[in-house]
């Protein structure tokens, strides 16, 4: 329909008598699309607890197509369903005793938490599960943290299902997400897998939600609507009836409480890790050497870069100054390659400089490591190694990632070097060598999360060697003693952060975020401080903190933070709701903090 001359894409919730004194367009065309009642209920939800509009919360929807082979669409909701085809019969893969035994635990619960240590085999019972939700004529949703885990899973669920399996993420192209929605709406598909969108595709009759790898923070949105895809999956499963079945080898603290938990405590395949912890902050000749001797000795090795210690900032040795980027009050990141300085928020870039712009000292000098500077070190010192960059930087396009993946299996390449995609769940059988850098720096981070997020990782990095043979895990850091007490039992540790956080985070208290940005310093303190004073009305909510946030300026808007914490959800929601204005953004159950 026509809005201010633009024709604008609209969704009709019910029809009204026309006030007579109201002016209306005229619509122009009624497409073969709707929402569903359910859609629109869940959208509903989203929109009121994560403080979005309506048309945002439904515009992560796809609806469905009125009249299509698959599905009819009644006012109140979908009433049948018609299958285009009888389904076939998958051959499932062959369970062990343990796998077997956590499967018909699972049978018997509509929501849970397989806590399965890496290699132990939880793909196996993911397929399992799917193919017995299959043969009872509904259809599942797969959900992995981000797209450089779909070539691997796409390839291991395709064996199975075959073409009933529809890959679902934000890199496809416009005529490949068309393609895909017709075979969706002709009844032709089964299983939908991908990232976070994937959760809000138009499947007549879910039985199942898998969200793999639920620890990770890909899962949370972190523009309008600020949803988190597991949370959601798990309100979607009860709104729906479907089972919704969590994983991971190291769950987050929240789920690990919130759930009933199924345990696998043994890896498929029985291989011995030895790790070694050494001090330092960057990559050392020792590590170097180490990567030498298992590339002449055939084997493939994994080097991981944290991703905000990734970024070399060029700073003045005179006055200690950092280059900051004019628009935001960070440094601006060093590409060498590309020869620029870019700022990782607003995407600001200009030429490298050569004076420091507060003193005028030359030269600038950066001394951080980077996955570009590692891997200068490493070819020079190991000659004939091929080093796959596995970064944001390298991967950009799916296609980029499936060759990179596919050069790394075959052994075309021998080591793989790169950021917090390495972590992401990913199956090599040749690895045998993990190398850890920057984990202090991770433990250091502001974040009332960051011991579980530092060891999650160490555990996930190095559970990605020795999946086939025994592997070496060499970390670089001056907290070996926390590090060492729970590297062999994750349990162990969300027991005692368990005691850590209680009483003061969730998931014994729920958090909110208030945000204010304003081109205008002064204004945006008064805006927090103006806030800050409306929520003292509500005497259950407590104001953590208020002011500057740790990144103090994004795209030339000066930033305010307000960390609220209730012990009850509603009570929050209420204050929030009575707070609530377009000059701030709220942020429920945030899991960013700068």
Same mark, same amino acid.
Request: with cysteine.
């Given at each position: 329909m026509p809005v201010h001359s633009k024709v604008k894409l609209a969704m009709v919730i019910n029809e009204v008598e026309k006030p007579e004194a109201f002016q209306t367009s005229e619509i122009l065309t009624i497409l073969d699309t709707a929402y569903s009642k359910s859609q629109i209920e869940i959208a509903q939800f989203i929109s009121e607890y994560y403080f979005s509009s309506l048309g945002e919360a439904i515009a992560l929807f796809i609806p469905y197509k009125n009249c299509s082979v698959g599905i009819l669409v009644h006012e109140k909701g979908i009433i049948a369903v018609h299958r285009g085809q009888e389904c076939p019969r998958y051959e499932l893969p062959t369970l062990s005793n343990d796998q077997q035994k956590a499967y018909q635990q699972l049978l018997k619960k509509d929501r849970a938490l397989l806590f399965g240590v890496t290699g132990s085999g939880k793909t196996e019972i993911f397929i399992s599960l799917m193919e017995k939700v299959i043969e009872e004529g509904k259809q599942c949703i797969f959900l992995m943290p981000e797209i450089s885990l779909t070539p691997q899973m796409q390839t291991r669920l395709e064996k199975y299902f075959g073409k009933r399996v529809v890959m679902w993420h934000s890199k496809l192209t416009k005529k490949q997400k068309e393609k895909r929605l017709e075979s969706i709406y002709a009844g032709e598909v089964d299983i939908v897998a991908g990232a976070r969108s994937a959760l809000f595709t138009p499947l007549d009759n879910i039985g199942l939600i898998i969200v793999d790898e639920e620890h990770d923070d890909s899962y949370k949105s972190m523009m309008k609507p600020r949803y988190h895809a597991r949370d959601m999956a798990v309100y979607m499963g009860g709104k729906l009836g479907a089972k919704v079945l969590l994983a991971s080898a190291t769950p987050s603290l929240s789920s690990y409480y919130k759930y009933d938990v199924v345990k696998l405590t043994k890896p498929f395949v029985q291989t011995q890790k030895h790790y070694q912890f050494v001090e330092g902050t960057t990559l050392t000749n020792g590590m170097i050497k180490q990567i030498g001797a298992n590339f002449k000795a055939g084997e493939q090795s994994l080097l991981f870069v944290p991703t905000r210690g990734n970024f070399k900032y060029l700073y003045c040795q005179k006055c200690g100054k950092t280059h900051l980027c004019p628009y935001c009050s960070v440094g601006m990141a060093l590409h060498r390659y590309a020869r620029h300085l870019k700022c990782h928020y607003c995407n600001y870039t200009e030429a490298i400089q050569e004076? +420091? /712009?507060? +003193?005028?000292?030359?030269?600038? &000098?950066? *001394?951080?490591?980077?996955? &570009? *500077?590692?891997?200068?070190? @490493?070819? %020079? /010192?190991?000659?004939? @190694?091929?080093? *796959? #960059?596995?970064? $944001?930087?390298?991967?950009?396009?799916?296609?980029?990632?499936?060759?990179?993946?596919? $050069?790394?299996?075959?052994? *075309? %390449?021998?080591?793989?070097?790169?950021? #917090?995609?390495?972590?992401?769940?990913h199956d090599y059988a040749n690895i045998t060598l993990s190398v850890i850098l920057g984990l202090d720096y991770l433990l250091g981070l502001g974040d009332y999360r960051a011991r579980e997020r530092a060891m999650s990782l160490l555990i996930q990095i190095a559970g990605r060697s020795g999946r086939a043979k025994s592997a070496n895990v060499l970390i670089q850091s001056a907290n070996a003693d926390f590090f060492q007490m729970y590297l062999h039992d994750y349990e162990v540790f969300l027991e005692d952060e368990m005691e850590f956080v209680r009483d003061m985070y969730p998931p014994f208290v729920s958090l909110a975020r208030v945000l204010v940005s304003h081109k205008d310093d002064a204004k945006g303190a008064k805006i927090t401080l103006d806030t800050v004073e409306r929520l003292k009305a509500f005497s259950e909510v407590e104001i953590v903190g208020h002011g500057k946030a740790p990144v103090e300026r994004i795209a030339n808007k000066f930033r305010y933070n307000i960390l609220l914490r209730c012990a009850k959800r509603i009570p929050l929601l209420k204050a929030l709701h009575g707070i609530n204005s377009p000059l701030i953004e709220i942020d429920m159950d945030p899991v960013e903090f700068s």
């Open positions: 004076s +420091c /712009s507060y +003193c005028g000292h030359t030269p600038l &000098v950066s *001394e951080r490591m980077g996955t &570009v *500077e590692a891997k200068e070190m @490493i070819s %020079s /010192s190991v000659e004939d @190694i091929v080093i *796959e #960059q596995f970064d $944001r930087d390298s991967i950009t396009t799916a296609t980029k990632l499936k060759k990179a993946l596919k $050069r790394f299996e075959s052994k *075309e %390449s021998h080591l793989l070097l790169g950021t #917090q995609m390495l972590s992401k769940g």
